[in-house]
């Protein structure tokens, strides 16, 4: 019968004198493999929410503290300033690549301003598909987030909304009704065309069947001429 019991480090004994052709080396060597890739996802989301933590800081530190709460169109103002946070810097960065040095050799492209190039893209898409913030709308939210230590356990409290480009916004709103004015185009045109005749194949053909000939009478029976007889 198969082990299907999952061995971690402490159930394995004498893990430093395997030999590596042994049952044991294979046991040892998958379990390594699934703390690995435990501790890789555990990274990953801490970072996700080490993302999320910094973000909601920003905001917190952005907005007013003589305000309550602040309107939807405040907030987008606050979201452009968000995303244009690293403009000093990669100014900085990119006059230093076009600077030329001695011997005309112009400086090479530092990694820093790659990474916040590539930053500054996936936040601009984010905001054209809708950008997560706290919703600083809401007082009582506003003032839970103002109470929160920045703890990522207590962060789940503070309300997020998503907010979409105003701008990429009002260019989908005027495709739908440029759409909308080509469909009722089309339906038009469409009403005043004649209609087309009806294929052969459609055409009901009726046929008139003429009605069946009456039988001829039948001849009279002798007992029905003798009872005539009989009465006269």
């Known amino acids: 019968m198969p082990n299907n019991k999952r061995h971690t480090l402490k159930t394995i004994k004498n893990r430093d004198n395997v030999h590596p052709s042994s ?10 493999h699934r703390k690995n890739k435990i501790d890789q ?3 990953k989301k801490a970072g996700l929410l080490e993302h999320v933590v910094e973000r909601i800081l920003w905001f917190r530190y952005a907005l007013d503290e003589s305000l309550p709460c602040t309107t939807k169109l405040e907030l987008h103002d606050l979201i452009e300033l968000h995303l244009a946070r690293h403009d000093e810097e990669l100014a900085q960065l990119r006059s230093l690549h076009h600077t030329q040095q001695g011997g005309g050799v112009i400086r090479p492209k530092a990694a820093r301003e790659d990474l916040l190039e590539a930053l500054v893209i996936k936040e601009r898409n984010e905001y054209t598909a809708g950008f997560e913030v706290p919703d600083l ?12 230590d920045g703890d990522t356990n207590g962060m789940s409290r503070v309300k ?15 495709g739908a009704s440029k759409s909308n004015m080509e469909g009722i185009a089309r339906s038009e045109n469409n009403s005043r ?21 009456s039988a001829p009478a039948e001849p009279e029976t002798k007992e029905a001429a003798v009872t005539e007889s009989s009465q006269e």
Do not use: F
């Open 41 to 43: 996802l555990k990274a």
């Open 193 to 213: 065309a004649p209609s087309p005749a009806p294929p052969a194949d459609n055409v009901e053909v009726l046929v008139e069947v003429p009605a069946p000939a």
């Open 137 to 148: 709308t809401n007082p009582k939210n506003v003032k839970i987030m103002r109470e929160w």
């Open 160 to 174: 997020m909304i998503r907010l979409v480009d105003p701008k990429n916004l009002a260019s989908i709103v005027a």
């Open 23 to 32: 049952r044991k080396a294979g046991q040892l060597m998958r379990v390594l």
